[in-house]
């Protein structure tokens, strides 16, 4: 897919194409995905460029071929590999404290748990002393900054030779139905985030920028972690010569224990430094005690908002993927529309980052939700899942212990599934909808005496979007011209925007990182603060977010605040500032020209406001 620049009235390609940087009108109806907002694209010249709005158009990659993936053989050999487990492996061999690659195993011995509370292995928490050790260790590390080439031929391995053992091991401790697919996409995805750490470390040679190279401490989810901790967050990172610290989780954390295990393996075949990825197994407030004590470092977390917020209190350089009430947008629901509702409540169980919490049609009774849900699938496993290519089934074992939440209704399922907790609300839902992780909660808001489509509506939803800040907005029905999206786009600014069309809609669980798609989970822009030091993107170059402008790059940039005329606005302001300024106007002149006469005219009239 291309990168797009969009402002009201016009869209530019930003892309390798041949039509790069052309002007061409936005027709609203060609627009397959929105997306918003983007951190980092390439301009035309190979640069890297900040901050802008993006829309996905059907048409060619941004940054190359999409590899090939075998997914049949994908799915067959993880089968092969569940069938095959030996189920004391976790138990013989316990969790514990990884230091240059060394197990070690002072500390008290105790048992860990899966996604469901059931007791699956074996796990060490590391003594104070140990944690001591560790803190000696992964503190003023220097060993280089280029290791791409060994890191991605590790990474190569990873997802084809030893693909299996990590989806396997993810389906027997978070209970993924799917993992094949977030495979599939770290294998496409990784195409464009290795690209931009490539451009990353030219712009470092080039003296432009400093890649800061402190230890970054990794916060793993349980859902996606080949793709988002192992690829993203470590492999990435690492690659540049960053070395990260792997956390251990209070639950579900045999599997990316299992993969630092791996990783730390194939490193040595590679001849690379093992100091480069460190393993934690230690209690929580010892990680918060390591936390306190790395406060320069970054610590990369996907999770959710409450845990961002107390590890921002310890670590200001805390960059949070956090997790919102997914909405979609329907005014009449036909087949394809109730089961996109359907796939979207339910997926992984209610356990991936976009399913569905939230629904918002004209009308909606008990006896609607029943119909809706009737066909929804049950299963005994994630291994018979992945037999058979299902990825919402509700699992049987995860049913006896569901206690509904007050004000919620509860929907019985299919025989020994799960039940489905509801809530139907005359106007929009109570605000601070709670997630109710692996449980099927959905609230369905109806308009009063009126339509989705009543613009005063609308207005209404927008405000409530951007209070609770959903990670998807799925739009379905709205073929005519799409009114609602209109609105919503333009008052909103969610991270991801899905528009269906008739016969194909669109579901709140769906992303598309490989396609070019901008990803995201952002908390509150009023309270962003709080719990991030700033929105994380994927695809996009981790180790950019701590990376920092060389002063004598922007002192240069500065000489050039002239010609945008900027040199007045600015006046007295430190020439790092200045430099920042022009390096900004420079974007948005290469992105539109009208983005830059905005900016010149909004900087100016904030600098007149000043000299009052």
């Known amino acids: 897919m291309d990168c797009l620049f969009v402002d009201s009235n016009f869209l530019v390609r930003l892309s390798s194409s041949t039509e790069a940087g052309r002007v061409l009108p ?57 069938e095959d487990f030996d189920s004391k492996a976790w138990f013989d061999d316990p969790v514990c404290t990884l230091i240059q690659g060394h197990a070690v195993n002072q500390g008290e011995s105790c048992d860990t748990v899966d996604a469901f509370g059931k007791i699956n292995g074996k796990q060490i928490l590391a003594t104070s002393e140990v944690v001591d050790r560790v803190l000696d260790h992964v503190q003023n590390l220097d060993l280089g ?42 294998i496409e995805a990784n195409v464009v985030e290795r690209k931009l750490n490539d451009l990353l470390l030219q712009d470092e040679l080039a003296g432009r920028v400093r890649i800061q190279r402190q230890t970054a401490l990794v916060g793993c989810v349980s859902n996606f972690s080949n793709f988002l901790d192992l690829c993203r967050k470590t492999l990435r990172n690492i690659e540049l010569g960053i070395p990260v610290l792997v956390l251990s989780r209070s639950n579900t954390t045999q599997h990316m224990y299992r993969w630092v295990q791996l990783l730390l393996d194939e490193m040595k075949k590679e001849g690379l430094d093992t100091s480069l990825v460190s393993y934690v197994s230690c209690s929580i407030e010892e990680q918060r005690r390591i936390m306190s004590m790395m406060k320069a470092s970054p610590l990369y977390l996907t999770g959710s908002r409450e845990v961002a917020a107390a590890i921002k209190e310890l670590m200001p350089y805390t960059f949070a993927s956090t997790g919102g009430p997914n909405t979609m947008v329907a005014p009449k629901l036909d087949g394809d529309i109730e089961a996109a509702t359907r796939m979207s409540s339910t997926i992984e169980n209610s356990g991936q980052c976009t ?21 929804v699938q049950v299963t005994d496993s994630s291994a018979e899942s992945l037999r058979k290519g299902a990825f919402d089934g509700l699992f049987r074992q995860w049913a006896e212990g ?19 907790a509801y809530r139907i609300s005359r106007g929009l839902t109570p605000n601070g909808v709670e997630e109710h992780w692996r449980r099927v909660y959905l609230d369905v808001s109806t308009p009063t005496d009126t339509s989705v489509k009543d613009p005063k509506f609308l207005g209404d939803l927008s405000r409530w979007l951007t209070t609770e800040q959903p990670i998807t907005l799925a739009v379905n029905g709205d073929d005519e011209g799409f009114p609602i999206m209109h609105q919503l786009f333009q008052s909103t600014a969610q991270a991801i925007y899905s528009v269906g069309r008739e016969g ?36 996009s170059s981790t180790p950019s977010y701590m990376a920092r402008y060389e002063k004598s790059f922007l002192e240069e940039a500065a000489k050039r605040a ?51």
């Open 145 to 186: 900054r280029d290791f791409r080439a060994e890191i991605r031929r590790i990474d190569e391995r990873l997802l084809s030779q030893h693909a299996a053992f990590l989806i396997g091991n993810q389906a027997m401790d978070f209970h993924k139905q799917d993992g094949v697919t977030e495979i599939e996409e770290s």
């Open 355 to 375: 399913a569905m919490r939230h629904l918002v049609t004209d009308s909606m009774t008990k006896e609607d939700l029943k119909r809706i849900f009737q066909d």
């Open 26 to 82: 936005l027709k609203f109806e060609d627009v397959s995905q929105v997306v918003h907002p983007g951190p980092t694209l390439i301009r035309e010249n190979g640069s890297l460029a900040g901050p802008t709005t993006l829309l996905r158009l059907p048409t060619s990659p941004p940054l190359g071929n999409i590899p090939p993936v075998d997914v049949k053989s994908l799915r067959s050999n993880t089968v092969k590999y569940l």
């Open 402 to 420: 569901f206690q509904v939440k007050d004000g919620y209704e509860v929907l019985p399922s299919a025989p020994g599934g799960q039940p489905l």
């Open 562 to 612: 002239q010609s945008f005329g900027l040199a007045d606005i600015l006046g007295d302001v430190p020439v790092e500032m200045k430099g920042y300024a022009v390096l900004l106007a420079e974007y948005l002149k290469d992105s539109h020209p009208e983005a830059l006469r905005s900016f010149c005219s909004a900087s100016s009239n904030l600098a007149g406001q000043s000299l009052k």
């Open 504 to 539: 194909k809609p669109a579901l709140t669980a769906q992303a598309r990182p490989q396609d070019g798609e901008i990803f995201g989970e952002f908390p509150p822009r009023l309270d962003m603060g709080k719990y991030t030091c700033g929105p994380v993107f994927v695809p």
